[in-house]
Each structure stands twice: as structure tokens, then as C-alpha cells.
């Protein structure tokens, strides 16, 4: 590999745009090995609710990372980058171009931009949360954050329970706001001892409003498809709980819940199409400012922009073969 150019393309941009799509149709066009970086498409079973690539599509076009682990185990976002790196390393080998393809935030930015020096999980801490969040709700969670943490709090919302779980839990163990520890000095990947070259594509929606609308349509008929029963079924696995990681994801969550009796119906469908628009504008917020000065943005309207991939593409390639 020594000889070899070390490059990686990116696609990204909010939940529900279209990035699987458009990573799918540009695979056809050049040797791509696509490595997904979505935290929910890692685990095993959540299939419906993270808008998974169906059986026939990951026959066609493999995604690295994709089922990765049981939706009991634990996985972060150094998980990710161990992985992630591994992946990029064959793909390279191989003689492909990988191509990152997700939203996650936490895995973009560890893997492009280095992993933060963070203290590592207290398990008592976070079990004394949860217990705070079970009896009385994320927003009371919150609240205990802000009188603790007042200035991340501030930027994170009230029903964002890891981000609030994390932030809180820093800030019990080490007395230091999270925010200490965001701003220590990170490194760009490099692979091998080498730079990467880096060459990312942020799709964003022409229309904020449709996409809203659109998210919305797609939990319903993630509804139709299933999504009630593949929760039912994953409850009944002896080692999971609402607590893991994979259930604590923006639907699945919600889903649980509601067969837990803890929300009606109508309720729970509200919720998760609130959460998952949330998501969808953290996402754009970072994105819109994230390495803004060297990635290309690409605006989707009511269809997959494949022509503008392609040029993207097109260009990108110039630089990796």
C-alpha cells in the first residue's frame, strides 16, 4: 500500500436526504467500497427504524459496518474509528476507493478530525442518571445539568438523552465541564503514518420545510413496514433493554416505550417524529459549518441529484486514481 495514494470520499448530510441512495447509484459508476457511518445501521436487528439498505441492496453494494454488532453490545465512536480505519485500509489495498457513507456527527468528526482525550464511562454515575431519567424524565436530567453546566446545556436539547447522559456524566466524574475537553487539540486522520486526502460531498435539502414533511412520512411508513413488530421482536432478547445503547436511538426508543405502556399510541408517533427532526437540524446546523471551506454541498429537491454526484465524483476521482 505504501505506493498508494491514501484517500477517502464522504457523503453525508441530515437523516432522510438521501445519502444511501446516492452512494448506491455513484457505485455503479466507479469502484467504490462503501463504509457506512451510521450508528444505528451497526447494530444487527435494527433494520426497519435506521432505514437500513434492504438484503438485495447490501448484496449488490456491501456496506462496511453495517450489522456489525448485537443490539446489546455497546459501540462508540472509537468502536467506529477502529473499524472505520480497518475498512479504509482493505478498501485501499484492494485497489477500491472508500467512501464513507452516514450522519453520525460523532463518527465523522472522530474519525476525520481525531478522537477528544475523554475520560472514560463510570458505570455508577451513569446508572444513578438513568435512575434520575426514569423516575423523572430527560428534561429533569437536564435541568440537573444546567445548574451544573449551564453553558453546554444550553446546547443540547432537553430530550437528547446521550448527549445530556455524557455531558453530565463528565462533569460528576471530573468536576470539568465536557467543554474542557472539546476544546484539546485533535489530528486530522492519517493512515499508515500518512495524510489523507479527503474529499467530502454535503447533501443538504433545497427546502428545510419538505424535508420536515418528508421525515414524517418516512416513520409512517416505517410504521406499515413493520417497525412495531421488529421492536417486539428485539424485546424479546434476554440481554436487551431500553437502556442499551441501540433501543436509546430516535424511534426505537419511542417504539419501545409504547410497548412498554409508558406511551400511547399517538403519543409515541409524535415523539419520534419530533426527535427525528431534531436530529435532522443538529445535523444541518454542524454540517453548514463543518470543514465549510473544502467540502462540496449539493441541494436535493424532490429527487436524488446523481448528475451533480457524478461531477463530484467525477472530480474527486481525478485526485484518488
Known amino acids: 500500500m505504501s505506493n498508494k495514494r491514501l484517500s ?43 432505514a437500513k439498505p434492504l438484503p438485495a441492496e447490501l448484496e449488490r453494494y456491501p456496506h462496511a459496518l453495517v450489522d456489525l454488532v448485537p ?15 480497518e475498512s479504509i485500509l482493505g478498501c485501499i489495498d484492494s485497489g477500491r476507493v472508500p467512501c464513507l457513507v452516514g450522519g453520525t456527527i460523532l463518527y465523522l468528526k472522530a474519525l476525520l478530525d481525531g478522537l477528544h482525550d475523554m475520560p472514560g464511562s463510570d458505570p455508577i454515575i451513569r446508572a444513578n442518571i438513568r435512575s434520575e431519567a426514569s423516575k423523572s424524565g430527560w428534561p429533569a436530567v437536564h435541568s440537573w445539568l444546567a445548574r451544573l453546566d449551564p453553558l453546554v446545556a444550553k446546547e443540547i436539547h432537553p430530550n437528547h438523552s446521550s448527549r445530556i447522559e455524557r455531558a453530565l456524566e463528565v462533569v460528576l466524574l471530573t468536576g470539568q465541564s465536557i467543554r ?3 476544546k484539546t487539540s485533535v489530528r486530522p486522520l492519517e493512515l499508515n503514518g500518512k495524510p489523507v486526502d479527503i474529499r467530502i460531498l454535503v447533501l443538504l435539502p433545497e427546502d428545510r420545510t419538505v424535508l420536515k414533511a418528508a421525515l414524517d412520512q418516512r416513520f409512517e ?19 436487551l433493554t431500553g437502556d442499551c445503547s441501540s433501543i436509546r436511538s430516535v424511534g426505537y426508543r419511542q417504539v419501545w416505550q409504547y410497548l412498554d405502556g409508558r406511551l ?58
Not at 445519502?19 to 463504509?35: H, N, Q, R, V, W
Not at 435532522?280 to 441529484?305: C, D, G, H, Y
Not at 454526484?309 to 467525477?314: A, M, V
Open 180 to 182: 474542557t475537553y472539546w
Open 71 to 85: 443490539p446489546e453490545q455497546k459501540f462508540d465512536a472509537g468502536q467506529f474509528v477502529q473499524h472505520a480505519r
Open 8 to 50: 477517502l470520499l464522504v457523503i453525508t448530510g441530515p437523516t432522510g436526504v438521501g445519502k444511501t441512495s446516492l452512494a448506491i447509484g455513484l457505485a455503479d459508476e466507479a469502484p467504490l467500497s462503501l463504509i457506512s457511518a451510521d450508528s444505528v445501521m451497526v447494530y444487527q436487528g435494527l433494520d426497519i427504524g435506521s
Open 221 to 239: 411508513q416505517m410504521i406499515k413496514q413493520g417497525l412495531l413488530g421488529e421492536v417486539a421482536e428485539l424485546k424479546k432478547r434476554p440481554g
Open 264 to 321: 400511547d399510541y399517538q403519543t409515541m408517533c409524535d415523539q419520534a417524529k419530533a426527535a427525528t427532526r431534531q436530529v435532522a437540524k443538529r445535523q444541518l446546523t454542524w454540517l453548514r459549518s463543518w470543514r465549510n471551506s473544502t467540502n462540496t454541498f449539493i441541494e436535493v429537491a424532490n429527487s436524488i441529484p446523481i448528475e451533480s454526484g457524478r461531477r463530484w465524483l467525477g472530480e474527486s476521482l481525478t485526485h484518488v486514481l
